[in-house]
């Protein structure tokens, strides 16, 4: 075989190889596409809660710590631009401790809570784009469970009584999204998200006292997932 027909041939095999790959890639976010993913979500509730009601130590409020837990996120494309998506996962595990007046008082409970959500996205650039940035818009329904107050709790709350309980109604909050997907090929992609929903909810004692708690926490998701 000549020079120049070897020149040809690879040629002709470069070309197709590119146009193998374009052509994976530019189905891997199009209209019609169910998208699965599954990762780890990690939620960090900001700021502290209001002051305790009366009877209390004055400014009396709680913080609450972060937890992470294994999620799965299911979407559909509507259009190449348009998507709607739910995200659904495990039980968050989240520990209370003192703040303001009760600084350094410790653990004061944990409560268990589940944030199903659901999303409307939009992504930027072209279906056949690997990285794909995109904005969404949600609803997230905060569902609270297995609340345990601890005798640090009962002590300052009602010392010498009985331990005292709490529960923690349960509310909708608004999420918005930020994210990018990054496409290995026409199938497999990674996601990384950044969610923060504004939700406040009400705290309320076994003891008659009750406290607004403005959790808005952050939420950081990344997750791998396969096209349908």
Not at 139 to 153: C, K, P, V
Request: charged fraction near 10%; glycine fraction near 10%; hydrophobic fraction near 40%.
């Amino acid at each position: 075989m000549s020079n120049s027909m070897k020149y040809t041939t690879l040629k002709v095999l470069a070309i197709g190889a590119v146009a193998l790959c374009a052509s994976a890639a530019a189905s891997a976010q199009t209209a019609g596409s169910w998208l699965v993913a599954a990762g780890y979500n990690n939620i960090a509730p900001q700021g502290t809660s209001d002051a305790l009601s009366a009877p209390s130590i004055v400014n009396s409020t709680t913080k609450v710590g972060s937890d992470g837990q294994p999620i799965l996120n299911i979407a559909y494309m509507f259009t190449d631009n348009i998507s709607a998506e739910i995200g659904l996962g495990t039980m968050y595990t989240h520990d209370l401790y003192g703040a303001g007046a009760l600084q350094g008082a410790g653990k004061l409970g944990s409560v268990k809570q589940l944030p199903p959500t659901a999303w409307v996205q939009y992504r930027f650039l072209e279906a056949n784009a690997p990285f794909r940035p995109y904005v969404g818009l949600g609803a997230t329904y905060a569902i609270f469970r297995d609340e345990q107050g601890s005798g640090t709790l009962t002590a300052i709350s009602n010392p010498g009584g009985p331990p005292t309980t709490f529960t923690v109604d349960n509310k909708w909050g608004v999420s918005p999204q930020i994210g990018v997907t990054w496409a290995f090929n026409g199938k497999w992609f990674a996601d990384l998200s950044v969610t923060k929903t504004y939700i406040t909810t009400t705290v309320h004692l076994s003891t008659g006292q009750s406290a607004d708690a403005p959790l808005n926490p952050i939420a950081t998701a990344i997750s791998v997932g396969y096209r349908f």
